[in-house]
């Protein structure tokens, strides 16, 4: 078992007083909040459970059954009750349940058995794959309006889409819908037309909910440090996580990870992605890489390229300026110097000529290329072989 670090001391001194806003948290130990996810993985090994939810951070030290009872005490209530509290934290195995609650309680490993087999006859545990979780008994009446209902049944189903087969959700699609299904106000009709009040011109809806899903999903493998089998282009890879991309000018998001096949790295469009699973195995996030740093001089999601001196000028037409102002403000080695004639001069070091070109394209006339000349000349030719599908070529 690794040693506490001096840090990692700190930390658990602050939170035994209390909750802490993350942010506060991270200025006053002088760490990042990745590093503030690897001091979880850290304190666990240690018996604490360091709780991050949002903004907040929360301790939960060894000997925290202490407060239902003391170490002698065999009170079958206070016993069962520190088993409740355990499985609500998680869902444990009989193992993990006998070691945690032999901390605090003098008994056999009969007695505990005894107690889970009694929470099952009562239906307040119960028991699914060697795991032991809350009953039914624990959980409240399901009581959802229709909207309620069919905004959970269409994200259970888009879930579904996004991970494959999954008996899980299948599962909870069918109890759900059988379940609400016996109320006269809820059909499986009336939750497809609870959506129906926007509609979206251009691009499928489902599609970019479920993107938008899968991204958060691949992030928190991400910060979990776990393994992920993707299906794409019908074929199975093994990838560890390293980010995901949303890129504004494709209007895509994209998986940046280690492909274990390639023994290199790849970007993996999500809309191509057509299964993924999030695996127990782990992976050790690569120490010195950062994301942003990365796909810095990138315009899109290209990276293999040398970066390329660029200089565009943009004329004050109708809305290119703001437009322009919009797009490149998250370049953060971007230039922008105001011109005499009220036009803007655009200077920048891109990696990705393809894409950076498609986007100079798409202003028109309102952009002039100054450097490079390649792509000046390029982009020249387009033009010329544009007109002389008209029928005009100029020169």
Same mark, same amino acid.
């Given at each position: ?59 939960? $030290? ?14 079958? !209530? ?162 560890? $996580? ?44 690569? $120490? ?28 004050? !037409? ?78």
């Amino acid at each position: 078992m690794k040693t506490v670090t001096a840090k990692q001391k700190q930390l658990i001194e602050t939170l035994s007083q209390g909750s802490c806003n993350m942010h506060d948290l991270l200025q006053q130990l002088g760490i990042s909040e990745r590093t503030l996810w690897r001091y979880k993985k850290a304190l666990a090994e240690q018996g604490y459970n360091l709780i991050i939810n949002k903004d907040t951070c929360r301790l939960i $030290p060894k000997g925290w059954l202490g407060d239902v009872g003391s170490k002698c005490a065999e009170d079958t !209530d206070v016993r069962r009750f520190a088993i409740l509290r355990l499985l609500s934290e998680s869902p444990l195995d009989a193992v993990e349940i006998n070691h945690k609650i032999k901390q605090r309680f003098e008994i056999k490993d009969s007695t505990i058995k005894n107690d889970l087999r009694r929470l099952q006859q009562q239906s307040v545990v119960r028991e699914e794959n060697g795991k032991y979780t809350l009953g039914e008994a624990m959980l409240g009446e399901l009581e959802l309006s229709q909207e309620e209902g069919s905004r959970l049944l269409s994200y259970l189903v888009i879930k579904q889409q996004i991970e494959g087969k999954n008996a899980l959700y299948n599962s909870l699609v069918h109890s759900l819908a059988t379940r609400v299904g016996k109320n006269s106000w809820f059909s499986w009709q009336q939750a497809r037309r609870t959506t129906q009040r926007i509609c979206i011109k251009g691009k499928h809806q489902d599609l970019e909910m479920r993107e938008r899903a899968m991204a958060e999903r691949l992030e928190l493998a991400s910060w979990e440090e776990q393994v992920v089998e993707i299906l794409y282009h019908r074929e199975r890879r093994m990838v560890e $996580p390293l980010g995901v991309i949303y890129s504004y000018h494709q209007d895509a998001w994209y998986l940046h990870a280690f492909c274990q096949k390639a023994n290199a790295r790849r970007t993996f469009r999500l809309d191509q992605i057509e299964e993924f699973q999030v695996l127990e195995d782990k992976f050790s996030y690569p $120490p010195n890489f950062d994301l942003e740093d990365n796909f810095a001089y990138s315009w899109g999601i290209m990276v293999d390229e040398p970066p390329v001196e660029v200089r565009i000028k943009f004329f004050n !037409d109708y809305n290119v300026l703001s437009r322009l102002s919009r797009e490149v403000a998250e370049r953060q080695r971007a230039k922008t110097t105001p011109l005499d004639d009220g036009s803007i001069l655009y200077e920048d070091l891109v990696v990705g000529m393809e894409e950076f070109k498609v986007w100079i394209r798409s202003f028109g006339s309102s952009a002039q290329i100054l450097e490079p000349e390649a792509l000046r000349e390029n982009l020249l030719a387009s033009v010329r072989a544009a007109l002389a599908r008209y029928g005009e070529v100029g020169n």
